[in-house]
């Protein structure tokens, strides 16, 4: 089965910049979304076809591609960004959605 | 905007059908496609399916043998039903709008609604 691969935690200082891969083999051919999910609360859409940002959220995410991995970087990290980030994609025939397992991102 | 919650029960017996609904205001439920997503606690997301309005769905492999989901545009509801569930299906599941343009993403989210599968 097809699998999008997240590294489990990042650490950052307020103010830094952080970024989170998410590799696969089918995104070069489909287009990766990324949500955020603080505890408790449903995830929330960040980037929308590989760097696309969804109205309300903030000019600090962005997102970007390169062959079978794609970035979430968030500029001038702040406290509130402290949540779980999850990566999603299609499989190469664009059948059936995949997550990635999440990355924790600590703002220190 | 559009809202969409869950409902249905919160505990559900080994080897029973596990069925929720999700109730979709704010906008009509026509020309889209809805999904299932669910997460057992302090894990990750999981994909469960879609729907459209027409009826047309596609589902996990990993659980194509045991989900069925439908549409009742009437009521502006679609639905989940998950068969001979084990402690494996204790998870918090979601519904969720997809849009599709290419490439499907999910957006918004229901609140999200607890299923402990137990005896």
Redesign the interface.
Same mark, same amino acid.
């Given at each position: #089965?097809y699998e999008l691969t997240q590294p489990p935690s990042v650490s950052v200082s307020p103010g830094q910049t952080a970024r989170i891969t998410c590799s696969g083999d089918a995104l070069p051919k *489909?287009?990766a979304?990324w949500?955020q999910q603080k505890p408790g *609360?449903?995830?929330?859409?960040v980037i929308?076809?590989d760097s696309e940002r969804?109205s309300g959220i903030p000019e600090r995410f962005s997102g970007s591609s390169s062959g079978t991995t794609v970035t979430l970087t968030i500029s001038g990290v702040q406290a509130e960004d402290e949540a779980d980030y999850?990566c *999603? #994609?299609?499989d190469s025939s664009?059948?059936?959605?995949?997550?990635?397992?999440?990355t924790k991102l600590t703002v220190l | 905007q559009v809202q969409l919650q869950e409902s249905g029960p919160g505990l559900v017996k080994p080897s029973e059908t596990l069925s929720l609904t999700c109730t979709v205001s704010g906008g009509s439920i026509s020309s889209y496609y809805w #999904?299932w997503?669910r997460q057992p606690a302090g894990k990750?997301?999981?994909?469960i399916g879609?729907i459209y309005t027409s009826g047309s769905t596609?589902?996990?492999?990993?659980l194509k043998s045991r989900v069925t989901m439908s549409v009742d545009t009437s009521k502006n509801q679609f639905s989940l039903k998950l068969s001979s569930v084990t402690a494996a299906d204790t998870a918090v599941y979601?519904c969720a709008r997809v849009?599709t343009?290419?490439?499907?993403?999910?957006?918004p989210?229901? *609140?999200?609604t607890l299923v402990t599968v137990s005896s």
């Open positions: #089965s *489909q287009y979304y949500y *609360q449903a995830p929330v859409l929308y076809k969804p999850y *999603q #994609s299609a664009g059948t059936y959605e995949v997550f990635g397992g999440g | #999904s997503i990750g997301l999981e994909w879609r596609n589902y996990n492999p990993s979601y849009t343009d290419p490439g499907d993403w999910f957006d989210w229901g *609140q999200g």
